[in-house]
């Protein structure tokens, strides 16, 4: 059973768009959420996270949002660009840090 | 560059052969995470030690195996290979253990003929 799900394998979008990526967790001991970008050849690289206790995070052009209730997170880049294309993995975590659960990832593509 | 080396990047064996991948962390993280991607997969949590014991263990196969030594690079075993055990296999590394960031190396493709 799949507890963080990433129900779009891909998603294409027009450069200077927003790209907005989906996440769901089932499970409720899951407190801390990250995302990830992975470019062939190379392994994922940390983008952005939040904590259970806030509702949004920002970082530049990367917002996460959390819904707890239900049990749904989403990443938005404003504006997108080429160099955003890449594989994004939403990954979950317990308050000890020690059962990372990632999706199988959402191929983002920013078209120019 | 996270930091974070990995050899070999690239392995090519049979079925039934036994392969040790390695993986030696940032300076000065103590703990370092195995995963396993297969094809169109996402990353699958294998294993955790920190600063030389096992921590956490997600879905690592019996046939499969790890430690970290006193230097704090760790290795990856596999035995009775399969054919599907081909995939990348990724390590991580974070100074605590918990819920900072992980920083990945670039991979081992292992392919399992």
């Known amino acids: 059973d799949q507890q963080v799900k990433q129900n779009s394998p891909s998603l294409s979008v027009q450069e200077g768009r927003i790209s907005i990526l989906n996440c769901d967790y089932t499970n409720s001991m899951f407190d801390y959420f990250l995302w990830y970008k992975k470019y062939p050849a190379e392994g994922p690289t940390f983008l952005i996270s939040i904590s259970s206790i806030k509702d949004k995070n920002e970082d530049g052009r990367f917002t996460v949002f959390l819904n707890k209730s239900a049990k749904h997170l989403s990443l938005h880049i404003v504006p997108s660009q080429p160099g955003d294309s890449a594989v994004y993995f939403c990954?979950?975590?317990?308050?000890?840090?020690?059962?990372?659960?990632f999706g199988p990832g959402t191929r983002l593509s920013v078209l120019p | 560059d996270s930091g974070v080396t990995q050899t070999p990047k690239h392995l090519i064996t049979a079925t039934g052969q036994r392969v040790t991948l390695r993986c030696s962390p940032r300076?000065?993280?103590?703990?370092v995470y195995w995963y396993q991607q297969s094809l169109d997969q996402g990353l699958q949590f294998l294993i955790q030690?920190?600063?030389?014991?096992?921590?956490a263990k997600g879905n690592i196969l019996e046939r499969f195996s790890a430690q970290q030594f006193p230097d704090l690079h760790s290795e990856l075993n596999l035995s009775s290979l399969e054919l599907g055990d081909s995939a990348l296999y990724f390590c991580?590394?974070?100074?605590?253990?918990?819920?900072?960031?992980?920083?990945f190396g670039p991979g081992t493709r292992l392919l399992v003929l």
């Open positions: 300076s000065g993280d103590l703990s």
């Open positions: 030690y920190y600063n030389g014991e096992e921590r």
């Open positions: 991580a590394s974070n100074d605590g253990g918990g819920k900072e960031t992980q920083y």
């Open positions: 990954a979950a975590t317990d308050n000890y840090g020690q059962n990372f659960v």
